[in-house]
């Protein structure tokens, strides 16, 4: 499930990568464009024969219940995005549903980066959010409005060390999308976790941002993905 949906998200993000509108510049108006960008990247791989995900993503949707997080905050959370199944082989039918999460934050300047983190990448490890509980792993997606890839990497990784979080190490770099990756430890199943990190370049939303050529990305970038 992880593999497919992180197949369908790098390619949906790819297309939102050129033809972003340029007038954004609110991260839920980002979101709502790339969450119609899912739908066309699930439609053309499930065209081209490849293995897709079942249903659909739900966008700001809470937390499901489970027994064991019952009157606590986490129900009450919204995951950006959140892609389920439920798992046939769990004896309890009502601990069997398994989510994708993904959330998604602007990067680019001090703040944002420390927001990735503080707003974002906590919210797998906290257990007042429990984003991606009961699954190995999840994912955040970076919309980087200002400055360089290794700009914002090295402002996430200086947050990162601070907040007691190992950092985020880069897979693939290209002009569209970059791939990276960080393990997890937390105090709820399951752990370690890993996170997937893909971050696509939106310039232009903002008046003086400049303008770049946005070429493929390189073929096979999924791979970097491994199931649940």
């Known amino acids: 499930?992880?593999?497919?949906?992180?197949?369908?998200l790098l390619h949906a993000l790819r297309l939102f990568a050129t033809d972003c509108p340029a007038e954004l510049h609110v991260e839920t108006e980002m979101t709502?464009?790339?969450?119609?960008?899912?739908?066309?990247?699930?439609?053309?791989?499930?065209?081209?024969?490849?293995?897709?995900?079942?249903?659909l993503p739900t966008l700001d949707g809470r937390n499901s219940p489970t027994p064991d997080t019952a009157g606590t905050s986490a129900e009450r959370k919204l995951p950006d995005i959140q892609w389920g199944y439920q798992d046939d082989?769990?004896?309890?039918?009502?601990?069997?549903?398994?989510?994708?999460?993904?959330?998604?934050?602007?990067?680019g300047g001090a703040d944002l980066n420390s927001k990735y983190?503080?707003?974002?990448?906590?919210?797998f490890v906290s257990s007042g959010h429990r984003y991606?509980?009961?699954?190995?792993?999840?994912?955040?997606?970076?919309?980087l409005v200002e400055g360089k890839t290794s700009d914002a990497l090295a402002g996430v990784n200086q947050r990162s060390a601070t907040a007691g979080l190992p950092g985020v190490t880069l897979v693939s770099d290209s002009v569209q999308v970059s791939i990276l990756e960080n393990t997890l430890e937390r105090t709820f199943p399951r752990s370690?976790?890993?996170?997937?990190?893909?971050?696509?370049?939106?310039?232009?939303?903002?008046?003086?941002?400049?303008?770049?050529?946005l070429d493929k990305a390189p073929s096979g970038a999924e791979a970097v993905v491994t199931a649940v």
């Open 89 to 107: 082989l769990e004896p309890d039918p009502q601990k069997s549903a398994r989510f994708f999460h993904v959330e998604c934050k602007r990067l």
């Open 117 to 123: 983190v503080d707003e974002g990448v906590m919210r």
């Open 192 to 213: 370690p976790f890993k996170l997937h990190h893909a971050w696509v370049i939106i310039y232009g939303p903002v008046p003086g941002d400049s303008e770049i050529t």
């Open 32 to 55: 709502r464009e790339l969450y119609l960008r899912i739908l066309t990247a699930r439609r053309a791989l499930l065209n081209a024969g490849e293995w897709v995900p079942d249903g």
């Open 1 to 8: 499930h992880a593999m497919s949906v992180m197949a369908v």
């Open 132 to 143: 991606g509980k009961d699954v190995r792993e999840g994912a955040m997606v970076g919309y």
